[in-house]
Each structure stands twice: as structure tokens, then as C-alpha cells.
């Protein structure tokens, strides 16, 4: 196991320090695939407000521009892809019919049987063209089909809190990565940024609050209990 000191907390945002030697670990990797259609599946994964999303975002746009891989798959459009978990949210209407619109963002609110098919079917296809759904911001929904995985492409980005949970069907998700990583950032600043989060969607202050202690915490919490089983642990600060 790998530990990486690769940013610092700023309040709302995240800032990134040096994420090279993550760039030159994944570069080999790719490199050294067996054929140029292979597919190698990374998660990162850890607490709501661990900077997930931004890693993912920051290493896929390196990626696509690094020219050592450009020249190793030059039948591919894009390098790397990111495939957020938050996509196979329940919709809302799904979540008021199932009680549970309190308890979005838990294990029960996300279609996961949904989401380990799609991963499977990257795997067995990395040929074809796949589409899935992505979580609107400003909709506060998932839209189907919104983002697309061209054929060839050769990494896949899975970022989600789950990846790494202890109970079905989750744990049949990391079998299906090649690599996990886990987002190691202390739980207060995470809610911190959580809640920050919640008010600038329009959530009043009392009732970001009342979320944070009654769904995103339980939920962060959930995801700590299974950081051991991440191949690396990434050391955020």
C-alpha cells in the first residue's frame, strides 16, 4: 500500500498540489496493458466531500493530454473517461415513492444492481460505444444517457462512497476494478465542504445542518469502515 500526500483543504475547494506521480503510476499502467482494447478499470472512492470527483476530473484531463498514451492508443478518442456512481442516484420520484428522499445519497438510494451491470459490460465490451446516466447539479437528478464511453477507451474512472462496501450486491464492485484508491481526508472537513455544498444548491443553513447529521455523517461513516480494503490509501489534507 501507497500512501500520497496530494492536497490541501481550502474550505469549499478543493486545491491540488502534485498529482504527477499518480499521472507516471497510471501511464505505465496503461502502457503496459496486453492489448490496445483492453480496459483497465480505477476506482476512488471515500467519505461525501473527500475530493472524489475532483481527483477523478483533474487526472482524466492529464491523461488525455499526456502524449506518451496518445502515441500508445492512437485509435482512441479519449484516454480516460470518469464514471461517477452518482449517475444511478433512484430519481425523485423514485426516492418520495420509496420513503427515502431523506436518505439520498445512503446504499438504498442508488440503483446498484444497475451500476455493476454497466460495469461488467465495460469489461466484456471495450469495443462499443457505452452510455450512462449522470447526475445533474442543477436538476438534482440523473439523466439518462449523458455521458458517453467511446469504444478503445482504455481507462475508466469509477468514482463513487461505495466501491468498497461490505454488503450486497456492493461488494461485487471490487472484483470488477483493477485498482481501487481511497480518499483518506478527515470526516469534519468533509462535512465541512458537504454542507457548504448543500447551501449553495438553495438548502438553508438549519436544514444543511439537520442533513449532515442525520444522512451525510451516518453515510461517511459507512464508508470509513471499509477503507481497508483499498489497495491505496491517498493521505489528504
Same mark, same amino acid.
Given at each position: ?15 491540488p ?13 496503461? #502502457?503496459?496493458? @496486453? ?16 475530493g472524489?470527483?475532483?481527483?477523478? %476530473? *483533474?487526472?482524466?484531463? =492529464? $491523461? ?11 485509435l ?18 423514485? $426516492? ?23 460495469l ?6 471495450? &469495443?462499443?460505444?457505452?452510455?450512462? @446516466? ?14 458517453? #464511453? @467511446?469504444? *478503445? ?9 461505495? $466501491?468498497?462496501? &461490505?454488503?450486497?450486491?456492493?461488494? =461485487? ?19 465541512? &465542504?458537504?454542507?457548504?455544498r ?7 443553513? %438549519? ?9 451525510? &455523517? ?10 481497508? $480494503? ?5 493521505r489528504m489534507?
Amino acid at each position: 500500500m501507497f500512501t500520497v500526500d496530494i492536497g490541501r483543504f481550502t474550505g469549499y475547494f478543493y486545491a491540488p498540489l502534485d498529482i504527477e506521480p499518480l499521472i507516471s503510476r497510471l501511464t505505465n499502467q496503461l #502502457i503496459d496493458l @496486453p492489448h490496445e482494447a483492453a480496459r483497465y478499470l480505477l476506482g476512488i472512492t471515500g467519505p461525501p466531500g473527500s475530493g472524489k470527483s475532483t481527483l477523478a %476530473d *483533474q487526472l482524466a484531463a =492529464r $491523461l488525455n493530454t499526456t502524449s506518451d498514451l496518445c502515441e500508445a492508443f492512437p485509435l482512441s478518442s479519449a484516454i480516460s473517461v470518469v464514471l461517477p456512481m452518482d449517475g444511478f442516484h433512484l430519481t425523485n420520484a423514485e $426516492l418520495d415513492g420509496r420513503n427515502l428522499r431523506t436518505r439520498k445519497g445512503s446504499p438504498d438510494s442508488f440503483h446498484a444492481d444497475a451500476f455493476i451491470s454497466l460495469l461488467h459490460f465495460i469489461r466484456s465490451d471495450p &469495443r462499443s460505444s457505452i452510455f450512462a @446516466p449522470r447526475y445533474s447539479r442543477d436538476l438534482h437528478e440523473p439523466v439518462s444517457d449523458d455521458l458517453t #464511453i @467511446p469504444p *478503445q477507451t482504455p481507462l475508466i474512472i469509477v468514482d463513487g462512497n461505495y $466501491l468498497l462496501l &461490505r454488503r450486497e450486491p456492493w461488494s =461485487r464492485i471490487k472484483p470488477l476494478l483493477d485498482e481501487t484508491w481511497y480518499l483518506d481526508l478527515d470526516l469534519d472537513k468533509c462535512m465541512d &465542504r458537504v454542507r457548504n455544498r448543500h447551501v449553495a444548491g438553495g438548502t438553508s443553513s %438549519d436544514l444543511a445542518d439537520t442533513r449532515i447529521k442525520t444522512n451525510d &455523517r451516518p453515510n461517511a461513516l459507512l464508508v470509513t469502515e471499509s477503507k481497508y $480494503l483499498a489497495d491505496h490509501i491517498i493521505r489528504m489534507e
